[in-house]
């Protein structure tokens, strides 16, 4: 099973690395293809670690599975003249909040039912960064400023449920694993919001907000193995 998962590991780092670069290229039939594939690769790396080690992980299986229709949504969603299907954008979106609430909600199981503040602490903290970013003109949300809040407490909710768990745990390995893996999706989706909303569109936002969340991904599907 080590050597299976070895290889697959490969192949999902290779994978991104495909994406990142037609996404540069502009070629978006391939970016969507690649980049469902390594999306792919997570759920198979789940699956491998729920049977070689640790079943609990069962939890986020469902938060897996909203995130691959997120990234596929959000793919699909890029028009050829650089704009965006908002239907399809806004399913994707929707697809990540039901999976932040999923992750949540499994590190809740996962700390025996042990809740903390420091969700609460993070997430009206990313509802403010988001409400007074949009205010000053960094970002440009427009109607979509009420979803964009809600999605950033879901997001930052999740890295302090983590926080919160592995101080409950006394920072054992693998909710550190997990608090990392949260903090670097927190960290994806905040530079995501200024790829696409942003006023200055950075060239290193692609490249480096998809190496941030598929290495999360990697992290909250593998975190059994170690």
Do not use: Q
Not at 45 to 50: E, M
Not at 100 to 129: D, K, P
Not at 141 to 155: A, D, E, P, Q, T
């Amino acid at each position: 099973m080590k050597l299976v998962f070895i290889l697959v590991s490969l192949v999902y780092f290779a994978l991104l690395y495909a994406s990142i670069k037609v996404m540069y290229r502009k070629d978006l039939k391939k970016y969507t293809l690649f980049k469902s594939m390594t999306s792919a690769g997570f759920m198979l790396l789940a699956v491998i670690s729920f049977f070689a080690k640790d079943r609990s992980i069962v939890w986020f299986f469902p938060a897996f599975l909203c995130c691959f229709l997120g990234d596929y949504y959000l793919a699909i969603a890029k028009t050829e003249n650089g704009g965006l299907d908002k239907r399809k954008f806004a399913f994707g979106a929707s697809a990540f909040k039901f999976a932040h609430l999923v992750f949540c909600f499994g590190l809740f199981r996962l700390s025996e039912y042990r809740i903390g503040f420091l969700f609460a602490v993070f997430g009206v903290l990313s509802m403010l960064h988001t409400y007074i970013a949009n205010k000053t003109g960094a970002i440009a949300l427009g109607s979509g400023l009420k979803s964009n809040v809600i999605y950033s407490f879901l997001v930052a909710s999740f890295f302090g449920f983590a926080l919160d768990n592995a101080i409950n745990n006394g920072f054992e390995y693998h909710t550190v694993i997990i608090t990392v893996a949260a903090l670097m999706f927190f960290a994806s989706d905040t530079i995501l919001c200024y790829k696409y909303f942003g006023k200055k569109k950075r060239k290193w936002y692609v490249a480096v907000e998809l190496t941030l969340y598929y290495g999360a991904m990697f992290l909250l599907a593998t975190y059994p193995m170690y």
